[in-house]
């Protein structure tokens, strides 16, 4: 599935378009009971020669950061936006349709790319879509950093959370959406709001999570 053509189509073909529980206002296209990504097995996937769809459900974290900026969106309005760690593209959906000035979102998974492309014209808005690994550098110059549930392995915890900590101390406003994760860090968080998730017992082990939205420390408070 080499071309952005190829996983668009894939990306259509697989998904249907649902509204995520938390927020009625947008449409995502999604796995759902009907589409085989709902039950895939490691088998399956590797015959589609793509990695675990992420991109494809709409998690608990990145949901609560949506609902926040779509609830708040002073945070984000005239500001240049970066959705890390997209997925689908949920939040920096979210951030446009608050009045982003602008909203890059980044996934390392190529099928994210396509995702969050057709996403954002399902719900009538545009994100510059990248897929690539941008931890460890410098993102493009961006006013508000916006990332939902990356602390469910810890070595992604430890790697993603020190350099979120880089960007806040730069001057970043740094929100991050987790529903208590495992390898949350225990400090440099500031609770800003809580909400509680509806989910799946196929995805999470309740159906329902309350989800935190933390500022990451070193933000200027009001940036």
Same mark, same amino acid.
């Given at each position: 599935?080499?071309?952005?053509?190829?996983?668009? %189509?894939?990306?259509?073909?697989?998904?249907?378009?649902?509204?995520?529980?938390?927020?009625?206002?947008?449409?995502?296209?999604?796995?759902?009971?009907?589409?085989?990504? #709902?039950?895939?097995?490691?088998? #399956?996937?590797?015959?589609?020669?793509? $990695?675990?769809?992420?991109?494809?459900?709409?998690?608990?974290?990145?949901?609560?950061?949506?609902?926040?900026?779509?609830?708040?969106?002073?945070?984000? /309005?005239?500001?240049?936006?970066?959705?890390?760690?997209?997925?689908?593209?949920?939040?920096?959906?979210?951030?446009?349709?608050?009045?982003?000035?602008?909203?890059?979102?980044?996934?390392?998974?190529?099928?994210?790319?396509? %995702?969050?492309?057709?996403?954002?014209?399902?719900? $009538?808005?545009?994100?510059?879509?990248?897929?690539?690994?941008?931890?460890?550098?410098?993102?493009?110059?961006?006013?508000?950093?916006?990332?939902?549930?990356?602390?469910?392995?810890?070595?992604?915890?430890? /790697?993603?959370?020190? #350099?979120?900590?880089?960007?806040? %101390?730069?001057?970043?406003?740094?929100?991050?959406?987790?529903?208590?994760?495992?390898?949350?860090?225990?400090?440099?968080?500031?609770?800003?709001?809580?909400?509680?998730?509806?989910?799946?017992?196929?995805?999470?082990?309740?159906?329902?999570?309350?989800?935190?939205? #933390?500022?990451?420390?070193?933000?200027?408070?009001?940036?």
């Amino acid at each position: 599935m080499r071309s952005l053509t190829d996983r668009l %189509a894939f990306v259509r073909a697989h998904t249907v378009p649902a509204a995520p529980p938390l927020l009625p206002e947008l449409r995502l296209h999604m796995a759902t009971e009907v589409t085989p990504l #709902w039950q895939a097995t490691e088998d #399956w996937l590797e015959r589609q020669g793509i $990695g675990p769809p992420f991109w494809a459900f709409p998690w608990a974290g990145g949901q609560a950061v949506a609902r926040h900026v779509l609830d708040n969106p002073g945070l984000v /309005r005239g500001r240049r936006v970066l959705d890390f760690a997209a997925g689908g593209g949920l939040i920096g959906i979210a951030a446009a349709l608050a009045g982003a000035a602008s909203v890059v979102a980044v996934d390392i998974d190529p099928l994210a790319e396509a %995702a969050c492309i057709t996403n954002a014209a399902l719900n $009538g808005v545009t994100l510059d879509v990248h897929a690539e690994d941008i931890v460890g550098t410098a993102p493009p110059a961006v006013d508000v950093l916006l990332v939902g549930d990356v602390c469910y392995e810890k070595p992604m915890a430890d /790697r993603v959370t020190a #350099w979120l900590r880089d960007r806040a %101390a730069a001057g970043t406003l740094v929100l991050l959406g987790d529903p208590g994760r495992a390898y949350l860090p225990t400090d440099g968080l500031e609770r800003v709001a809580d909400h509680t998730v509806p989910t799946t017992l196929e995805l999470e082990d309740k159906e329902e999570r309350v989800t935190t939205v #933390w500022r990451v420390a070193g933000t200027v408070p009001g940036r």
